[in-house]
């Protein structure tokens, strides 16, 4: 018996390893970008869901969340008040002034790329100050998360940035779903919270690829699922918004976000929101 569980090793990854994984990343990224034409008024979630499972399996790649765990669906879509984990539906339509989490994963010469964006149905000019304000704290805090990302830094570090700038806000970050180690496994360790302490939790290292996904919530950051078994919902009603990168430490310390596209390096001084 080995003493740890398999998906609890913390899996350092090469650069060889890190370069297949630009490909999922870039296929995830470009997902997004494909199906963003697709975000409007009266679509349903579920033809969301199948234009980009067919992009995925035209590109000879795999989408990980069908049937990860019993999910029924390709990808995730998680409305205003969905933190996370919605079930794409063919009544579900869209409406302006609505927001959409988008989340795909898909596997491409079994490695995962995990990303997510919040679209506003119709343009910020459909939707409330609040739902606006919401998606633009929870991008915001997606970048924060991943500036704080540095070689002997702590996962602590991140969660303490994500956790500040939501403050700053009023508004507050889901506790019950956290980023987390990625590869040849969807989920693996280390878990990566979005609220922390600095100098918290276990120190950054080269090889470290995981992903940073802080869901920002308008009112409290209690979650509660629904009896389908996967959406989850904020207890209060009030709206979330989710952003999701994927994110590399290459062997020399630079840190790459992969599911970029191509301009995935990050500065160390640049403003990356
Ligand atoms: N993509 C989600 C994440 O960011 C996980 C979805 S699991 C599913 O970790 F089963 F709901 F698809
Ligand atoms: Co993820
Ligand atoms: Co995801």
């Known amino acids: 018996m080995p003493l740890k569980k398999p998906s609890m090793a913390l899996l350092l990854k090469s650069d060889a390893e890190i370069d297949i994984m630009r490909s999922s990343g870039r296929l995830a990224a470009a997902t997004l970008r494909m199906i963003a034409a697709h975000v409007q008024a009266g679509v349903s979630t579920l033809e969301l869901n199948d234009i980009c499972h067919d992009f995925t399996i035209d590109h000879g790649a795999i989408p990980a ?12 879509t998680s409305v205003n008040e969905v933190i996370c984990h919605g079930i794409p539906h063919a009544t ?7 927001i959409i989490n988008i989340d795909v994963t898909p596997i491409v010469d ?5 990303s997510s964006v919040t679209f506003i149905v119709g343009g910020e000019a459909a939707a409330s100050r609040e739902a606006c304000l919401v998606t633009q704290c929870a991008r915001e805090c997606l970048y924060r998360g991943i500036d704080a990302v540095k070689v002997g830094r702590h996962v602590g570090d991140i969660g303490a940035a994500i956790l500040a700038h939501a403050d700053s806000y009023g508004y507050s970050v889901v506790r019950d779903f956290v980023g987390h180690g990625i590869g040849k496994i969807f989920h693996e360790a280390p878990k990566i919270p979005h609220v922390g ?6 120190r950054l290292r080269a090889g470290m690829v995981f992903t940073i996904e802080p ?4 009112g409290t950051w209690k979650a509660r699922t629904l009896d389908d078994g996967w959406t989850a919902v904020t207890r209060d009603g009030k709206l979330s918004a989710q952003f999701e ?15 970029a596209g191509n301009e995935g390096i990050q500065d160390d001084d640049a403003t990356s929101d």
């Not at 579900?92 to 609505?98: A, E, F, I, S």
């Open 215 to 218: 869901m920002i919530n308008v």
């Open 197 to 202: 302490v600095r100098g918290g939790g276990v």
């Open 65 to 76: 969340p069908l049937h990860y765990r019993g999910f029924p669906k390709s990808i995730c």
């Open 110 to 114: 079994g490695y995962h790329g995990d």
């Open 245 to 259: 990168h994927t994110i590399a430490i290459l062997s020399d310390g630079r840190v790459e976000i992969l599911t």
């Open 92 to 98: 579900q339509r869209l409406k302006n002034g609505d």
